[in-house]
């Protein structure tokens, strides 16, 4: 039982535009989510995050939107470089803590020159 | 300020060994959680450690165990590997149990088990 699912296993983006990437859950409970970027055979990256009594807040060229309705969250890079190519992982946890985080499956980025 | 460093980086080790992994947390950091990844069940979690006890399990059989020490360093074992137990181990390090703090990942453990 998948509760954190990011439906896209990869998505391929020019160089400056826009790259939105989405995830979905299923536990009502989860009020803490977490974006992180990864590199193979290195620790994910923590990137940005976002607790339920909100629905945006923004880090520089990242910003991740929730829709607690929905059980919807998306993470919106602009613009996008290169150097953003990696695989992001969607996680969320219960209680506001990172101390046991459910991650979904990923999203490999590639952002072309 | 260091960041979380996780020993050794690679192993090999052969079915019905044993083996340890070790992890230091960020200086400051009390929370410690474990995290297997594989390429078909991604990244799931295996447990977490606070002020030296175990606050949280995951869905992992007794095979796997961990602890934690008083200077917040924790260990991580395997006993009996078997070979689905092949997967990098990543350790993480949290400021404070809730309170919307981010957790940092160390580099991992890549476990081979033949």
């Known amino acids: 039982d998948q509760q954190v699912k990011q439906n896209s296993p990869s998505l391929s983006v020019q160089e400056g535009r826009i790259s939105i990437l989405n995830c979905d859950y299923t536990n009502s409970m989860f009020d803490y989510f977490l974006w992180y970027k990864k590199y193979p055979a290195e620790g994910p990256t923590f990137l940005i995050s976002?607790?339920?009594?909100?629905d945006k807040n923004e880090d520089g060229r990242f910003t991740v939107f929730l829709n607690k309705s929905a059980k919807h969250l998306s993470l919106h890079i602009v613009p996008s470089q290169p150097g953003d190519s990696a695989v992001y992982f969607c996680?969320?946890?219960?209680?506001?803590?990172?101390?046991?985080?459910?991650f979904g499956k990923g999203t490999k980025l590639t952002v072309n020159p | 300020k260091a960041g979380v460093t996780q020993t050794p980086r690679y192993l090999i080790k052969t079915r019905g060994q044993q083996v340890t992994l070790s992890c230091s947390p960020i200086s400051g950091h009390r929370s410690v959680s474990w995290y297997q990844q594989t390429p078909g069940q991604g990244l799931q979690f295996l447990f977490e450690y606070f002020s030296e006890t175990q606050r949280n399990k995951g869905n992992f059989p007794g095979r796997f165990s961990g602890r934690q020490f008083s200077n917040s360093r924790s260990e991580m074992n395997v006993s009996t590997l078997e070979l689905g137990d092949s997967a990098l181990y990543l350790c993480a390090s949290s400021l404070l149990q809730g309170l919307n703090t981010e957790a940092f990942f160390g580099q991992g453990t890549r476990l081979t088990v033949v």
């Open positions: 976002i607790s339920s009594i909100k």
């Open positions: 996680a969320a946890s219960e209680r506001g803590g990172s101390e046991k985080l459910v």
